[in-house]
């Protein structure tokens, strides 16, 4: 079954305490992305990346830190996480062949 | 500036009823994504449209390039549909991100 699949769904950490969100995708996509949901402001990119060792900033990449060793795997790094980031994270990936796209099921992240 | 623009907001109806949730949107595209939302918060992508019209199950989906509009349609509306839905369109020639809009929350009454 094709799919995204982000870990942990929901976690909750205190400020300055260094945590990953993984994010697995097994349809061999060359573009994949991180953004995050808030209330009233939508939807936002933070990082995207078009194929291994490629990626690039999104409109809010602040405090975020990714990489891309494999193609099916794109990581989202919180250094050092603030309360501002306390938000529902997506992991999202694609093809350049078509424009098919598939989302993850979302991270929900509290930093006290 | 919103690239995407989705009304209504807000919409409670009645179970049974015909809904209608629509999406305009300013820049030229190479596909439009209708994603659902349930309050557990994971989003799932319903339709995929580059053209024309999809169906599945009780959702209808339409689009029309000339004019930048989409509409999604839900016939006989089930509590079960209660969730956010969300326009995403995939600009032509920008391959590395989606413009959303702000969503619409739907809220079908028994």
């Known amino acids: 079954e094709a799919q995204v699949t982000q870990n942990p769904r929901y976690l909750i950490t205190v400020t300055g305490k260094k945590l990953t969100v993984t994010c697995s995708q097994n349809?061999?996509?060359?573009?994949m992305s991180w953004y995050r949901q808030d209330p009233g402001l939508g939807l936002r990119q933070i990082y995207y990346?078009?194929?291994?060792?490629?990626?690039d900033k999104g409109d809010v990449p602040e405090g975020y830190k990714v990489s891309r060793k494999e193609k099916r795997n794109f990581p989202l790094i919180l250094e050092s996480p603030s309360p501002n980031q306390t938000s529902l994270y997506f992991c999202?990936?694609?093809?350049?062949?078509?424009?098919?796209?598939?989302f993850g099921q979302g991270t929900r992240l509290t930093v006290v | 500036k919103n690239e995407v623009e989705q009304s209504p907001q807000n919409l409670t109806a009645q179970e049974g009823e015909f809904i209608t949730i629509n999406c305009s949107y300013s820049?030229?595209?190479?596909?439009l994504h209708w994603l659902q939302q349930h309050p557990g918060g994971g989003i799932v992508s319903l339709f995929m449209l580059s053209s024309g019209k999809k169906k599945h199950g009780r959702l209808i989906a339409t689009i029309n390039i000339q004019e930048k509009h989409s509409s999604l349609h839900i016939t006989a509306s089930h509590p079960r549909d209660s969730a956010v839905y969300i326009c995403?369109?995939?600009?032509?020639?920008?391959?590395?991100?989606?413009?959303f809009g702000s969503g619409t929350k739907l809220n079908v009454k028994p």
């Open positions: 349809m061999n996509h060359e573009y």
């Open positions: 995403a369109v995939r600009p032509f020639m920008v391959v590395n991100k989606f413009y």
């Open positions: 999202a990936s694609g093809s350049f062949r078509d424009t098919e796209a598939f």
């Open positions: 990346s078009m194929n291994v060792e490629v990626t």
């Open positions: 820049v030229g595209i190479s596909a």
